[in-house]
């Protein structure tokens, strides 16, 4: 799975989102006014979404968000991951 990594400004309350490309392959719009450890914990929250195909999902959103705040998604549960990291 191939992720590329935008850091642009996007409004003060979105720390990231996630679009699925054509291709296959997904960006995350990072927010680049986060520091460097909220902006890390953004695009494993984005992971989290992509990997779980909560794009797919038609449960209420808030739903999903308060599924993902309650779990244990671990930063090992990224191998298979390719990121492309880009500054805008």
């Not at 720390?15 to 960006?27: F, I, P």
């Amino acid at each position: 799975m191939n992720i590329n990594i935008v850091v642009s400004p996007l409004e003060p309350s979105v720390d990231a989102l996630t679009k699925l490309n054509d291709d296959g392959s997904y960006t995350i719009f990072v927010n680049n006014i986060l520091c460097e450890d909220r902006a890390r914990k953004a695009i494993l929250h984005e992971v989290f979404h992509i990997k779980n195909n909560d794009f797919n999902d038609f449960h209420n959103a808030s739903l999903i968000e308060r599924m993902l705040r309650e779990s244990n998604f671990l930063e090992e549960e990224l191998d298979g991951i390719n990121f492309y990291y880009h500054v805008i």
